[in-house]
DNA sequence: CGATACCTTGATCGATCTCAATGTCGGTGG
DNA sequence: CCACCGACATTGAGATCGATCAAGGTATCG
């Protein structure tokens, strides 16, 4: 085992970020990327399950997620976090680790405030991933609200995919994804033995395989039936309920 | 019943407006709030349960919520919405409602996000709002993950009555809720039956009790108990899960 | 080879859903 | 004024999904 992650440095120039084009800085022209340097506090190096300590980072590779416990000391993963987010440990006692070894830029949150506060269109491409974050973790409610278990992991899964697929880093049929059956269960609000079966049910259906860090979709339609990911619009019930 | 909702109207001037210290515009310093209404599209009243078409508008009074449905047609209230917060009717086919009879200012997008250029307190401002929608959203995807029915119903009601209290709409032991019980078992992913006997357990413990749309706290610390309504942070399980 | 981390499976238990009534209360038409 | 109605709230009994508890199984790494 290594001292040190193997993942390749962070280039030391902004301008030859290779995640730039997917990041909060997207936004700032060419000539201006100097600018950057000023915002940038650290750039870091973490093992997985390491917890992150600074407060607002540029994930440049490897995956991280934010999570919180309850009280009786059960934990709730909040998000994933991929390459190019942007990433801020909040001030309500949720925690940020890396879910494999991973390397960032850690970034000034006070500097970063001054520079949006004088480039509004910084300041919009921050509220544009907050504002993703936002749908990300409305989906994710409605699938702990009203969908089982087989449906919330197929909906968590296509949902990876589609953010690797954007940045590049899936193709269409599957995609590297290094989560565990507990990373799952902890996001799906599961316990790890069922997260289990409801992937063994996905595997036996040939809809999708989680193994050994891979995703594979055997069948898209199958599998985007079961998660209910339909982005169509509804019609308007009153008062409904029932679970 | 009256033809139109029975609300004040709004104020003709954004200067006079009651609910500004609270809602986006804040940050708009005196002399500018003439610039604000250039960003007014509308002003409307609707009808508690009149579905929202306008994609952006500041809550004037009353509440609304923002929810989807399944694709077996079960509804999942994404967030509730209290007068001054600012509104967005997302891409991805979720509806807004009004929860009472209510009346609000609806913007221009496009104008908006203009003014926002041009002035990146605004847009911070905007990002405001949005990173408290993403806190909600976090604090009710761990309600729905890990806490139990009655521990989600106490939480849920913790955050509205101190939401409310912020704005002046509570006092410390009670506030008027126009929630029924059908919005809180489809905020919180249970049934309506469900939603009611965690409800009758609060009151039988005398800890809440939410009845004739006013909530009455009886034992705040009994009921932060079983809400798990710690703002604490946590120590660092590596993988854990157990639902 | 043994340890450790992770995955899998089975049996049982329990929280919550479903289905089916019944109760309450404010409003409305006669 | 009264009987009825519709919207909500409540209660009970039985069915289910997923949690727990308890073993194994497998693969990787030192």
Known sequence: MSVKPNLTP?????????VRP??????????????????????RLVRANEVIRDGVFTLYAGWAFSWTTTTDGRRQILDFHLPGDL???????????????????????????EFMGRDPGL???????LSRDRARLRER?????????VGRVAHLLLELHTRLQRRGGADRTGAPLPLKQAHLADALGLSVEHANRALATLRREEVASLQKGRLEILD???????????????EAPVITAKA
């Open 87 to 113: 990433v801020e440990r909040s001030e309500d006692g949720a925690e940020v680790s890396a879910l494999t070894d991973a390397s960032f830029c850690a970034l000034s949150r006070d500097r970063l405030c």
């Open 10 to 18: 962070l280039p030391g120039s902004c301008s030859a970020c290779a």
């Open 22 to 43: 997917f990041a909060l800085f997207r936004v700032v022209p060419q000539a201006q990327v100097g600018e950057i340097a000023r915002v940038r506090s650290a750039v």
């Open 141 to 149: 409610l409605t699938s702990l609200g009203r969908r089982d278990a």
């Open 123 to 129: 300041a919009l491409s921050y509220a544009d991933g």
């Open 220 to 234: 898209r339609p199958e599998m985007e039936e079961l998660a209910g990911w339909s982005i169509a619009p509804a």
